[in-house]
């Protein structure tokens, strides 16, 4: 197996450089608390959530699974008068590797679609490896979610029309969602977003032996965001598809999804699996390997113009979605 990695986009190689300082692509066990203070972390946070007076703004605690504590909801409607019709949904899931971050972590992206396309957000914040392993980070998703069709007509939202998306682990416990969704008959979001998505714990594809060391989230981080969240059983043959949906025998019946990654990523491999999964199944599947692309690379450098090639698409894709 070759390891030598495909090369950055130069516009990124260049972001890559600037932010070195701030970021530990190899996090260790050891590491995680250390990470969870650091000023990348709280950069990520730091969201304009009114978006210049475009969103009204809540922070609601509702009742998490059975059992379970309960979970918050950051909660963002548009401040423009009502459409004749509820407004879609947009049911975010943060990112972290399992073990890090807050449901304001990547809502920025979230409110420049809502933006858009007049949609509502509604990001989850769930419990974090490895204080609480699986199954409790996709527990508080689902049950996030389930409060959501509830009572989406409260939020002036269409429980018909919502959509669920994620960014690294928070597209991975997305397409748990999904899944999970799917087999307990739940409410059907009309798609899943899936943005470079953290979908198998076995760590082992030529990707991931290829970023080594390089990025911002290499397999050595994977590895320990995985044992975080499934401890000893990581890797092996009782690992459930809702913690790790690459373990998913069966990937039909789920609503469309929007994959994307970047060619140069810890993940690229087993996120262009999962998509080629979903069309074997029968589904629905849009696909984008951005080349040069680092994980989280249109986040992290949003000026370079893969990135705004990527934003791009995600966008056209959610507009042709809605308008279905």
């Known amino acids: 197996m070759t390891t ?8 990124l190689a260049a972001a890559l450089e600037l932010i070195k300082d701030m970021i530990t692509p190899g996090m260790s066990m050891e590491d995680i608390e250390t990470v969870r203070q650091s000023p990348g972390i709280a950069l990520l946070a730091q969201v304009d959530l009114t978006a210049d007076g475009a969103f009204e ?58 933006r858009e396309l007049d949609m509502v957000v509604v990001s989850v914040e769930y419990r974090l490896a490895p204080e609480h392993p699986y199954p409790a980070p996709v527990d508080d998703v689902y049950a996030g979610l389930l409060w959501t069709a509830e009572h989406a007509k409260e939020l002036g ?6 959509v669920i998306a ?6 991975g416990l997305t397409a748990a969602l999904a899944l999970l969704l799917r087999d307990r008959g739940g409410p059907r979001p009309v798609g899943q977003v899936l943005l470079c998505p953290m979908l198998d714990d076995r760590n082992d594809t030529p990707s991931s ?4 060391g390089l990025g911002v989230w290499d397999r ?10 499934l401890g000893e059983v990581r890797g092996g043959p009782d690992v459930s598809p809702y913690a790790a949906p690459a373990r998913a025998e069966d990937l039909s019946g789920l609503p469309p999804a929007f994959l994307d990654v970047g060619s140069a990523e ?32 249109d986040g992290f450098a949003p000026q370079a ?10 966008l056209e894709w959610l507009r042709r979605l809605l308008a279905e």
């Open 57 to 114: 703004v809540e922070d609601r605690t509702v009742p998490g699974a059975e059992g379970s504590p309960e979970i918050s909801l950051l909660i963002c409607r548009p401040t423009a008068p009502a459409p004749d019709r509820p407004r879609p949904v947009v049911y975010h899931v943060h990112g972290g590797g399992m073990v890090l971050g807050t449901n304001r972590v990547g809502v920025d992206q979230i409110l420049d679609w809502a």
């Open 220 to 229: 050595t981080a994977n590895e320990t965001g995985w044992t975080a969240l």
């Open 305 to 314: 113009a893969v990135s705004r090639a990527a934003r791009t698409a995600q």
């Open 209 to 212: 032996h290829q970023m080594a």
């Open 4 to 11: 030598v990695p495909p090369p950055f986009d130069p516009e």
């Open 266 to 297: 810890t993940f690229r491999d087993e996120v262009v699996a999962y998509a080629s999964r979903i069309w074997q199944a029968g589904g629905v599947a849009e696909l984008h390997v951005w080349p040069g692309g680092f994980h989280g690379f």
């Open 157 to 162: 939202a269409d429980p018909e029309r919502i």
């Open 166 to 171: 994620g960014a690294s682990a928070g597209g």
